[in-house]
């Protein structure tokens, strides 16, 4: 337990660990919500402002009101009227900007659409929207004038009216698609490698050419196991709680969504740490000065990342692809099985890819603790 402290409360005060391992992926994070948190509103199709000629013609057309009005309601509308009392001074709105055009209705029937060319080109789909509305509009009045709409009992004439749906909306995934949660998943994989850090040091502190105490020790009665474990595990504590902070600032404050999957995203997090210490163990444990493994461990982090998504579309068009054609790559890369077992749970709402995730994570982690163990067994006094 004293080894254990002792591990602790030296890696907390690394500033250069708490650094690259807590503040960098903060700093990233919130880059992210900059650059891509209205990522998803650039998808969403706005209403097309119109000036709408509510005249005396328009009152007397058959529907007219009641579809301007239906095209203007529900969480998505599709049309934003304006109301003016003549064609006059709907002219001169239009013409100060900010309106695709007008409606009004015709004296003989039916309603017509003023585009303005002049600030919305004839390439503008706004003007495909107001279009197609009106053409659903012009069809139904048609059918009604053919079919002689006064004689029609109120019921017939009422489904006439209607649209008929044959078919029901089926979302695929348990949430809504989403293209900006893919660069927080990603952000929270290098995090977890960026991790390392912590393990790293630990472990490269427990060498005996590094410190008077690490010599002694090394001398001991005690092996190097004995202060291995402790070391990594607090590493392992530092870095879930590390994980965790980042989780809750992109949950809360940022308001990521993670799909309501909280517990599930704990395990993932707990299996992502204990992965990144893993490797840190391991990198520690290497023959080498501190200032090539730090090398060395960044440049892992930024390179396996590259698989999981962080940097672009590119990113995650390569990461997609070589996960395709070789999955086991993806198996063996922490950082695209930490993004793998956080999107799966946003996406299907299950545990079940997931799970296969965190088995990928614990057998990278068993194997790399293996090999910090083999490093670290005690050597004879002339090797040390």
């Given at each position: 337990m004293h080894a254990f402290s002792y591990a602790l409360k030296t890696m907390a005060r690394d500033k250069s660990v708490a650094f690259w391992s807590v503040a960098f992926p903060l700093v990233l994070t919130t880059l992210?919500?900059?650059?891509f948190g209205s990522l998803d509103d650039s998808y969403r199709a706005e209403p097309v402002g119109i000036v709408v000629v509510d005249d005396s013609f328009y009152r007397a057309a058959p529907g007219l009101a009641a579809t301007i009005t239906s095209a203007a309601e529900g969480d998505q509308p599709w049309l934003e009227p304006v109301h003016v009392g003549s064609a006059a001074e709907a002219e001169r709105l239009v013409a100060g900007g900010g309106y695709y055009g007008y409606v009004a209705a015709e004296p003989a029937g039916g309603a017509s659409y003023h585009r303005d060319w002049r600030s919305y080109n004839e390439?503008?789909?706004g003007h495909e929207t107001v279009a197609a509305v009106l053409d659903a509009y012009l069809k139904n009045a048609s059918l009604f004038a053919e079919l002689g709409a006064g004689a029609l009992e109120p019921a017939v004439a009422a489904a006439l009216a209607e649209t008929p749906t044959f078919?029901?909306?089926v979302r695929l995934t348990a949430n809504p698609p989403s293209d900006s949660v893919r660069y927080f998943y990603a952000a929270l994989g290098f995090a977890a490698l960026m991790m390392c850090n912590f393990a790293m040091q630990g472990v490269h502190r427990l060498k005996a050419n590094q410190s008077a105490l690490a010599a002694r020790r090394s001398l001991g009665a005690r092996g190097g196991l004995s202060f291995a474990?402790?070391?990594?595990?607090?590493a392992w504590l530092l870095s879930f709680g590390t994980l965790m902070l980042g989780y809750l600032y992109m949950r809360f404050p940022l308001r990521v969504d993670?799909?309501?999957q909280d517990l599930a995203i704990i395990a993932t997090l707990l299996a992502a740490a204990l992965t990144g210490t893993a490797v840190g163990g391991a990198i520690g444990s290497l023959p080498l000065p501190i200032g090539a493994l730090s090398g060395i461990s960044a440049t892992m982090a930024c390179v396996l990342s590259l698989f999981a998504g962080l940097y672009g579309p590119g990113s995650q068009a390569l990461g997609d692809a070589v996960t395709r054609a070789a999955p086991w790559a993806g198996w063996i890369n922490p950082a695209r099985e930490t993004y793998d077992a956080l999107f799966s749970?946003?996406?299907y709402g299950t545990f079940n890819r997931a799970a296969a995730a965190l088995v990928?994570?614990?057998a990278v982690a068993l194997v790399l603790f293996a090999v910090t163990a083999l490093t670290l067994r005690r050597t004879r006094y002339e090797h040390l």
């Open positions: 992210f919500y900059f650059a390439m503008d789909p078919s029901e909306p474990a402790p070391t990594l595990g607090a993670f799909g309501g749970l946003y996406c990928h994570l614990a």
